[in-house]
């Protein structure tokens, strides 16, 4: 991975969105050209963080939010605190509005398909923790850009503390009888059968990891467009069901960390 041009940023805003989970708006300098594709990465470092040979840590990060948010001046990072021995996401949950960031990128090839190109008859996405992240790019872009193309989400995370981006993707569902929501708890307070909602797009809490959750909700193939993102576990199962189901390569993208 040949690195980029570093690009000098300023965090402007800090959103708590779970306990653990931070999301942090980055203002591009005036006239940056910086540009990326939905599901891209950057990677991320503070000025004057460095490791022990005097190199600045950096670490990879995916764009939370939509390329066109960057007509905004902006781009997002939704970055877990890993705790006990996480060097950079703590450091960077220390961050305070006005403080320098560097990027670089973007990176990777887990990209949504451009508007111009052919669309799928629905995109499905399926996350589980901060692996939403780059898919809550990819769902804006195609809400920003009015695609018309139903979207499904199926979300996974521990306790409903846990749920990333509740009211934006709610808001979204209800809104949108096109967009259909649900997600599951792995631990603790997830319910055996799924919580109804007066929207009959919108099912929340099922009980047990996403993954378990797939058969029910995938009975056979359709024209969808697959991404998944989360941990390499959750992906290689995830993956592995929907070849069984008989979805082609070139239908399921992936990324894990
Ligand atoms: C393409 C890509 C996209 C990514 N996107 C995101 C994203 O959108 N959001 C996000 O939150 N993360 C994302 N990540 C993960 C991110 O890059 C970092 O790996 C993550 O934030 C942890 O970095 P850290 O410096 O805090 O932890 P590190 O210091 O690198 O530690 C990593 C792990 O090792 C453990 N560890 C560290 N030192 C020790 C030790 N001495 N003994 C035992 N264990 C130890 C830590 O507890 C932790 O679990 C992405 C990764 C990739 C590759």
């Known amino acids: ?49 460095l490791n022990s040979k005097g190199r600045p840590v950096r670490r990879a990060y995916s764009v939370a939010s939509s390329p066109r948010d960057l007509e905004k001046g902006f781009l997002e990072l939704t970055i877990t605190r890993v705790g006990d021995g996480g060097f950079f996401s703590n450091r960077i949950h220390e961050c305070r509005p006005g403080d320098p960031v560097n990027i ?49 989400l199926y979300y996974g995370y521990r306790t409903s503390s846990d749920f990333i981006y509740e009211r934006e993707l709610m808001d979204y569902a209800l809104a949108m009888t096109e967009f259909e929501l649900v997600t599951a708890l792995s ?9 109804e909602t007066p929207a009959r797009n919108i099912r929340t809490g099922l009980a047990g ?12 193939k359709d024209g969808a467009e697959i991404y998944i993102c989360g941990p390499p576990e959750m992906v290689g199962e995830t993956d592995a069901f929907f070849r069984g189901v008989g979805y082609p390569d070139d239908r399921v993208h992936k990324e894990q960390w």
């Open 209 to 220: 990891r996403i993954t378990r959750c797939l058969p029910e909700l995938v009975r056979e």
């Open 104 to 152: 670089d990128g973007p990176y990777g090839s887990f990209v949504l398909r451009e508007e111009n190109e052919p669309q799928p008859e629905r995109y499905l996405f399926v996350a589980s923790g901060s692996g939403i992240a780059p898919l809550r790019g990819m769902i804006r872009t195609i809400l920003m850009e009015n695609r018309k193309v139903p979207v499904s």
């Open 1 to 49: 991975m040949a690195a980029r041009e570093v690009i000098p940023t300023t965090l402007i805003d800090i959103i708590n969105e779970t306990p653990r989970v931070r999301t942090f708006r980055l203002a591009l300098p005036a006239g940056s050209l910086f540009s990326f594709r939905a599901g891209q990465f950057v990677m991320a470092s503070i000025p004057g963080f």
């Open 187 to 195: 631990r603790g307070n997830g319910s055996s059968s799924p919580v």
